[in-house]
Nanobody, 124 residues
Framework: QVQLVESGGGLVQTGGSLRLSCVGSGNTFGLSAVGWYRQAPGKQRELVAAIGSGTGDRIKYADSVKGRFTISRDNAERSVYLQMNALKPEDTAVYYC????????????????WGQGTQVTVSP
């Protein structure tokens, strides 16, 4: 199984940018679709963006981040990135990456366990 580690979070002001990284292990990373999720205090974890396996030509975004966030992948680096621009206070959350599979028009995580995530805090 591919193991993933998130990094790149931090504290930024409204309107700022951050780039999150998700680095995977193993030789099959390129065969896995990957999703970025986030969980804010007191809220359920939600899908932010997902990218298909291989060339990553299939991409999905939550409506709340369309036009501001960009997901991409570099299989040679075994990495998936989330470029976040025009950040808002409501983007504050712990961000996680996870391998995903298609299901019912969206994607679902392949595993129940999650990593530690990376904290993103956007100040007003």
């Amino acid at each position: 199984q591919v193991q993933l580690v998130e990094s790149g979070g931090g504290l930024v002001q409204t309107g700022g940018s951050l780039r999150l990284s998700c680095v995977g292990s193993g030789n099959t990373f390129g065969l896995s679709a990957v999703g970025w999720y986030r969980q804010a205090p007191g809220k359920q974890r939600e899908l932010v963006a997902a990218i298909g396996s291989g060339t990553g030509d299939r991409i999905k975004y939550a409506d709340s981040v369309k036009g501001r966030f960009t997901i991409s992948r570099d299989n040679a680096e075994r990495s998936v990135y989330l470029q976040m621009n025009a950040l808002k206070p409501e983007d504050t959350a712990v961000y996680y990456c996870q391998t995903v599979v298609p299901a019912g028009g969206t994607v679902v995580p392949t595993r129940r366990s999650w990593g530690q995530g990376t904290q993103v805090t956007v100040s007003p």
